[in-house]
């Protein structure tokens, strides 16, 4: 497996020496599927219940059966880290965005401005939902749901997108807080 990279974050909090057996699992999985282990996974290494918690909710929101596709929740995860402009996440999902979609271009329009790519109108419907819960959301109102029901998203998906973008405003304020850092492999993946 290969080692944490230096300066994953700028906080000094030591990896738990003995991760539990099924984290040690994922971060051999991850290592053999990516390549590398996500930093952000390495982030939480310093404790087992929290990177099991933050794994476990992460592989739930973005990995399980959903009205969204895999797409549509990176697509959200994009429109959201560019709001709150996290580099991490940018860099990351970025990738995650050309590699799903087979577009170098819309990645990049993702990371810059949702509203240059050529979205269905779901999808700009559902980014304009994220990105005002991520901007104001004390201004949501029933119209704004309505307007994703009147493009196609039953209630459940509005719960799936609302979640998604909630989930990538934590991760975002915590990944600014500690100044973490997207591995390298992200930068060159998918272009």
């Not at 590398?36 to 087992?48: D, E, G, K, R, T």
């Not at 219940?49 to 994009?78: C, H, Q, T, W």
């Not at 459940?156 to 998604?164: G, K, P």
Request: proline share 3%.
């Amino acid at each position: 497996m290969k080692s944490a990279t230096k300066n994953v974050t700028a906080l000094s909090i030591a990896r738990e020496k003995d991760l539990s057996e099924s984290m040690q699992a994922y971060f051999a999985k991850c290592d053999e599927k990516l390549g590398m282990i996500p930093n952000v996974l390495q982030s939480y290494a310093f404790n087992s219940d929290k990177l099991e918690a933050f794994v476990n909710f992460y592989n739930d929101l973005m990995l399980a059966p959903s009205g969204l596709s895999k797409l549509e929740r990176e697509i959200i995860a994009v429109a959201v880290s560019s709001a709150n402009h996290c580099y991490y996440c940018l860099t990351a999902h970025g990738a995650a965005v050309r590699q799903l979609s087979g577009s170098p271009e819309l990645g990049e329009q993702m990371v810059m401005n949702f509203r240059a790519a050529d979205l269905d109108p779901r999808q700009t419907a559902m980014l304009e939902f994220a990105l005002l819960l991520t901007e104001a959301p004390d201004r949501i109102v029933e119209e704004d749901r309505q307007q994703l029901r009147d493009v196609g998203f039953t209630d459940r998906d509005i719960w799936d997108i609302a979640s998604v973008a909630a989930f990538f405003n934590m991760t975002n304020r915590l990944a600014a807080a500690t100044d973490m850092r997207p591995n390298d492999a992200y930068h060159a993946m998918a272009r």
